[in-house]
């Protein structure tokens, strides 16, 4: 796999390359500083399997960026693994195409997970970085014997199992695709289940153990 390393500090990067190297043998990677130097990097790069970008790289618009970079590197996942634990910026970034979100305080495990999660198509967005995300009114809350998701969690996962496609749900929920699948992929850890499938029977296992998602 085809790996492009996006950081503007130059001993993190190099030193993310080294640990990356030990742990993803067979792997290419490639270094990119700033937003210009990325994108004439990935224009040139027809195979690339995985985009690691740093959220706040020099030239990079947090409104635009990731979404241009999306247009150029697509089929390939962009990984942001950023400063930043602002819950905004996880959201944000899903919401512009991003397929996963790590904090640079996380281990090499935690950053291999995440790289394995994203290249075989799910999102990835650790639990504690949207911890808080939801307003005051919609702190988690248990119902019944069932598992702990917030108010809003709820609302993707009923809609889910309706059978209604992550589109569909973020147009009726007013939120973008990305963020419906930052909740789903959240849902799903805490259901202990690993695709849509699996998320559906649980969801009616659950129901008939009398549990409701309201």
């Given at each position: ?11 993190f990067?190099?030193?993310?390359r080294l640990?990356l190297?030990?742990a ?8 990119a500083g ?7 990097l ?7 399997g995985l985009?690691i ?5 020099p ?8 979404a ?5 590197v697509?089929?390939?996942p ?7 634990d ?5 959201f ?13 305080s ?10 394995r999660t994203?290249?075989?198509g799910?999102v ?11 307003p005051?009114a ?32 973020a147009f ?5 695709e990305?963020?419906?699948?930052a909740h789903?992929s959240?849902?799903?850890?805490e ?10 029977r649980?969801v009616?296992?659950?129901?008939a153990?009398?549990w409701s998602?309201?």
């Open positions: 796999m085809k790996v492009v390393i996006a950081d503007d500090h130059v001993i990067r190099q030193g993310l640990a190297e030990a993803q043998a067979g792997s290419e990677f490639l270094e700033d937003f210009d130097g990325l994108l004439r990935v224009m040139r790069q027809r195979d690339l985009l970008l740093d959220l706040n790289m030239g990079l618009s947090r409104s635009t960026g990731i241009t970079l999306r247009g150029h697509a089929p390939a962009i990984l942001v693994l950023s400063a930043s602002d819950s905004e910026d996880v944000s970034s899903l919401a512009a195409g991003a397929s996963g979100y790590v904090h640079k996380a281990g090499l495990d935690v950053l291999t997970e995440a790289i994203v290249g075989l799910g990835y967005v650790p639990r504690d970085l949207v911890t808080g995300a939801r005051p919609a702190k988690a809350t248990r119902v019944g014997e069932g598992p702990r998701l917030t108010p809003r969690q709820a609302d993707v996962l009923r809609l889910a199992a309706e059978g209604h496609a992550n589109k569909e749900i009726r929920l007013g939120m973008g990305g963020t419906v699948k789903l959240l849902v799903m850890r259901l202990g289940v690993h695709n849509r499938v699996q998320l559906l649980e009616e296992r659950l129901k153990a009398d998602l309201g």
